[in-house]
């Protein structure tokens, strides 16, 4: 298991992959890109931070977006969005990708399933090295997106492994909602 220590990463470069057809089309503004570029630049005022054009909901798109992030050799690259169930839970929904995707280029990675109440997969976070690229997904909708992204930035400057920086996530991410009387907590499995 590799060990990510504070100097593990510089975090000079650093690229934020937004995914979703919503976005491509205009129906959808991205509005967490904004708000994860000025918490990037409070948290690493010297890195170079670039927003990737958005990808459409496609894993071979997704992929590439990756996979090309990894050859600039970005030490941080963040997939905002893709992370749910999507059309696998309801058919009108377009199918997420983005941890689908970091699992097929891969080796070294760890995830987190996080399940509602219903059952279904709310949102799959995956962190994962590549080469020297460390890769996390964020869920869309922007206040799990935030959420995330604090505790992936306060786990990164620990000595944590990757399997803690995704429990801190999940975590982060379920505890911005209340928790139902009478049923059971939001469960969460690692896969």
Known sequence: MHVLLKDDFSMKKIIIIPTG?????????????????????????????KRNKPVRDKKKLITKAINQSVQKN???????????????????????????????????????????????????????LIKNSLIITLPGPQIEALAALDAALNSINEPLDKRKICDNIANAVINKYPHREGKSAIRYTHN
């Open 21 to 49: 057809d919503e976005i491509c089309e205009g129906i959808l503004i991205d509005t967490n890109s904004p708000k994860i570029i000025a918490r990037l630049i409070e948290k690493y005022p010297t890195a170079s931070i």
């Open 74 to 128: 970005y030490q941080l690259i963040l997939t905002v969005g893709g992370t749910g169930g999507g059309g696998k839970s309801t058919k009108s929904l377009a199918n997420d990708y983005s941890h689908e995707s970091i699992l097929k280029l891969a080796s070294d990675y760890e995830t987190i399933s996080i399940y509602g109440y219903n059952g279904h997969l709310w949102s799959k976070i995956v962190v994962a």
